[in-house]
């Protein structure tokens, strides 16, 4: 039989023991709202500065909108199949290459692994395509099938930065003492991040799932693994601090400022140089590809001092 004390310890034990749980959990999780972060001093990336870009000569113009290659991963499931279509025929044709991988199949000839393991299909993706692909490019952007992305603006915000440094950025989330980029804006990764991440994924133990009470997702993983290299996450901007990756449709986006700041619904929402939307449907992704590329104003004449033009080939709009 348990003493009165010894049940009182056990008592205090358990509760303590549930209260530090509760306590990790919520604790856990704390999300940047409006470009603040508290008591975290977070990196922030931002595209050159127009004036900055006028002081540029032509040649070397082409030469640095020549240099950046863009490679993009859209990492999805079967649930997604009625994505895949949609995908090819819009904003992925301005990507310099661009690839679906697709898990949960019995068919996958890719990877023959446990569907449900994401972290294990994200590394194994990263180490194929860079294997594959690392000598040709020199960005690597991975979003979900349900993303929209405005290449020409990532090369924009890319354009004046060297890929030869490690590079890890997107939409930035604070998760306890992680800062990582989520999955839902997009990641991109210099190929110097690529050769970092590359070589720490033939390391079983720094990149093996770090998950302990419960499951972390694949971009916390990644963000845990590429620490171990001296990749840090950055927050990408427009030179009026705005996010221009976006984890939500712009239509909620713009619903969610009418709500708030009436006054300012354009200016305060979204980002002239957004890179991408996330949570479309397929139709929705047509129209955002109507509203980006197809749709002009007659006689108004852009006043771009920098063009990217089309991958050789490439039947974009």
């Known amino acids: 039989m348990v003493s009165a004390s010894g049940a009182s310890f056990l008592k205090g034990m358990l509760?303590?023991?549930?209260?530090?749980?509760?306590i990790t959990m919520f604790g856990q999780i704390r999300i940047r709202h409006g470009g603040q972060t508290g008591d975290h001093e977070h990196r922030h990336l931002r595209p050159p500065n127009r004036k900055d870009l006028l002081n540029i000569s032509e040649v070397t113009f082409m030469e640095l909108s020549k240099s950046i290659r863009v490679f993009c991963i859209i990492f999805g499931e079967t649930e997604d199949e009625s994505y895949w279509a949609v995908l090819k025929e819009t904003w992925t044709?301005?990507?310099?290459?661009?690839?679906?991988?697709?898990?949960g199949?019995?068919?996958?000839?890719?990877?023959?692994?446990?569907?449900n393991d994401k972290?294990?299909?994200?590394?194994?993706?990263?180490?194929?395509?860079?294997?594959?692909?690392?000598?040709?490019y020199n960005w690597f952007f991975l979003a979900l099938p349900t993303t929209f992305a405005v290449i020409e603006n990532l090369k924009y915000l890319l354009f004046t930065r060297d890929a030869s440094q490690p590079f890890y950025l997107g939409y930035t989330i604070i998760s306890g003492d992680l800062e990582f980029v989520t999955m839902e804006g997009g990641i991109v990764l210099?190929?110097?991040?690529?050769?970092?991440?590359?070589?720490l994924l033939d390391n079983s133990e720094n990149c093996a799932d770090q998950s302990v009470i419960w499951k972390l997702s694949e971009d916390k993983q990644l963000a845990i693994c590429l620490k171990y290299a001296g990749v840090?996450?950055?927050?990408?901007?427009?030179?009026?601090?705005?996010?221009?990756?976006?984890?939500?449709?712009?239509a909620h986006l713009i619903q969610e400022y009418m709500s708030n700041n009436p006054q300012q619904v354009v200016e305060s929402c979204c980002s002239d140089m957004a890179?991408?939307?996330?949570?479309?449907?397929?139709?929705?992704?047509?129209v955002m590809m109507y509203g980006v590329y197809r749709l002009r104003a007659f006689g108004h004449h852009y006043n771009?001092?920098?063009?990217?033009?089309?991958?050789?080939?490439?039947?974009?709009?």
């Open 105 to 115: 199949t019995k068919n996958d000839n890719l990877f023959n692994i446990e569907r």
């Open 275 to 286: 890179i991408t939307f996330n949570g479309l449907t397929p139709q929705k992704m047509e």
């Open 15 to 22: 509760l303590g023991s549930i209260s530090w749980v509760l």
């Open 93 to 103: 044709k301005h990507c310099d290459k661009a690839e679906l991988y697709v898990y």
């Open 119 to 136: 972290w294990i299909q994200m590394r194994k993706t990263y180490k194929y395509v860079f294997e594959k692909y690392g000598n040709n």
């Open 304 to 317: 771009d001092i920098l063009v990217f033009l089309p991958p050789n080939g490439s039947k974009n709009d």
């Open 190 to 199: 210099s190929i110097e991040s690529m050769k970092r991440l590359n070589r």
């Open 232 to 250: 840090l996450a950055e927050n990408a901007e427009d030179n009026e601090g705005r996010d221009v990756f976006n984890t939500k449709p712009i």
